[in-house]
């Protein structure tokens, strides 16, 4: 059974048509690289998966369990979808680290508050607490960070800061991880230790939706690639197939672009 | 000068008195105004459109018209239109009335700095928050609280500054503050007529007392120097 199953989402903004019937599914390990131009529709697609936007028509299931039905109003209550979102973990383009918070706490806090939810917390406080500081400081650790836990993200750079917000999306845990082109709002020469670091993750059999425009990138990590055109999905299959022998002319147009990137 | 020497205790003794009555009228306004600003800064946000719409006029009411009016209206209107006194007599009703009047106009000037400091802190707080499942108060107040004082504290600062001075305008409804201690010096008491000394020396307290306000309040924003 699939991980992830996205059937027909469509969604609009005002008049313009962003997703149209976009169906795909995911299995568990796999790495997905969603590719295509700006306004293709890529980060609407994602946000729908968080719930930072409700698709208009459409359904999303993870492992089996209906989290979103467009036709039943019931999958939509506020309260469920906190829950639901956990799902997913989602890594922005701009980082949206919490400025005054370190970053150890940055990776801490959600599941704290979390942690306070469950039923025995009062009870074992300080070993729940101490379980989820070695979880984050482990977690910091192994994106390289041992010497930095203790800085406030305004004294980290952009790629630091962006294996710190990785850092804080694993700390919870999610089924599927999800990133909005991690490495975008990078200079050149930091995007490598955040592909790095991606990379690794896939190594590790990490479920990921990777939206980039790193095209190496997509074709070294991921098991599948879709193609993105005008809030569609024009064209999907493996890396060697969307790269090397694309069906479509559009993607043959948009990845003659990148060819440079490629060849590399 | 010798006189000047002379009337100084009396006078000073007198101003201080007043200046109680300042210090009262600023306390009890910023502990009034300061939360309820909050409220009616999210009433402003609401996007239930009848309440946003009712704030922001009770909001350009408050601030489009003085100070000085609302204190006469509200002091004055409910006796003598309504036959209704409900502020009571002599100084405490003057001074209740006072507090009413500077609570409502300064909560409404705090709301809109409030406002601002909400809507500058990025959206991508808040959806970072949300995608972490966290609940909205958990975000309001864990994440973008903070965020929000760190940016309101100079605008904050030149309002409770302001508002130092207004406190100076209750003299219309008679409330005895330090103004009023000063002038009565010009009309006599105390054995002290003629004089105008005492109501320029009056300045002297309110330039102390913002000059220390004006200390604390860069070291609160000092304090908050350690994230951007």
């Given at each position: 059974m699939s991980i992830l199953e996205v059937k027909n989402i469509y969604k609009r903004f005002g008049r313009t048509e962003v997703l149209k019937d976009v169906n795909f599914s995911l299995e568990k390990g796999q790495v997905v690289s969603i590719i295509g131009s700006?306004?293709?529709g890529k980060t609407t697609l994602l946000r729908c998966l968080n719930f930072l936007e409700h698709p208009d028509k459409g359904m999303i299931r993870v492992n089996g369990e209906?989290?979103?039905?467009?036709?039943?109003?019931?999958?939509?209550q506020e309260s469920e979808i906190r829950k639901k979102r956990l799902h997913f973990g989602l890594v922005f383009q701009s980082f949206?680290?919490?400025?005054?918070?370190t970053a150890l706490q940055n990776v801490m806090l959600a599941k704290e508050l979390l942690a306070k939810e469950l039923p025995d917390y009062k009870a074992r406080k300080k070993e729940i607490q101490e379980e989820i500081k070695t979880a984050a400081i482990s977690l910091l650790k192994q994106m390289g960070l041992s010497e930095r836990m203790n800085n406030y993200p305004h004294q980290l750079s952009g790629g630091q800061c962006q294996r710190v917000a990785i850092a804080r999306a694993l700390a919870l845990q999610p089924d599927i991880l999800c990133f909005?082109?991690?490495?975008?709002?990078?200079d050149p020469e930091l995007t490598g230790e955040v592909l790095k670091v991606i990379k690794e993750l896939a190594d590790r059999n990490t479920t990921m939706i990777i939206v980039t425009h790193e095209m190496s990138f997509a074709r070294d990590v991921s098991d599948h690639v879709i193609f993105m055109d005008d809030g569609c999905i024009l064209e999907q299959g493996t890396p060697s197939q969307i790269f090397e022998t694309p069906k479509e002319e559009r993607t043959r147009q948009f990845l003659g672009h990148y060819q440079n990137d490629i060849l590399l | 000068m010798e006189l000047i020497m002379e009337q100084l205790p009396v006078v000073i003794n007198s101003l201080n008195i007043g200046f109680i009555q300042t210090l009262k009228l600023f306390f009890v306004t910023l502990i009034g105004a300061i939360p309820l600003g909050l409220v009616i800064a999210f009433g402003s946000m609401s996007r239930f459109r009848p309440l946003s719409c009712f704030t922001r006029i009770i909001v350009w009411i408050i601030r489009g018209t003085p100070l000085m009016i609302q204190l006469l209206i509200i002091y004055y209107f409910p006796g003598l239109v309504l036959k209704n006194p409900i502020w009571g007599s002599g100084e405490e009703g003057r001074f209740l009335a006072a507090a009413a009047s500077f609570i409502f106009n300064y909560a409404c000037y705090f709301s809109e700095i409030y406002r601002g400091g909400i809507q500058s802190v990025p959206v991508g707080q808040e959806e970072a928050g949300l995608v972490l499942g966290m609940t909205k108060s958990q975000i309001f107040f864990k994440v973008t609280l903070l965020q929000m004082i760190k940016r309101i504290i100079p605008p904050m600062s030149n309002e409770i500054i302001t508002l130092v001075k207004d406190t100076s305008l209750a003299r219309i409804i008679a409330l005895q503050e330090i103004i009023w201690a000063g002038q009565a010096f010009m009309k006599g008491s105390q054995g002290i007529s003629g004089a105008i000394w005492p109501l320029f020396f009056t300045a002297v307290y309110y330039l102390i007392f913002n000059g220390i306000l004006t200390v604390l309040l860069g070291r609160l924003e000092k304090k908050l120097d350690y994230f951007r």
């Open positions: 700006s306004g293709s209906t989290l979103f039905d467009a036709d039943n109003p019931a999958s939509q949206n680290l919490f400025p005054q918070y909005d082109e991690p490495t975008s709002a990078l | -």
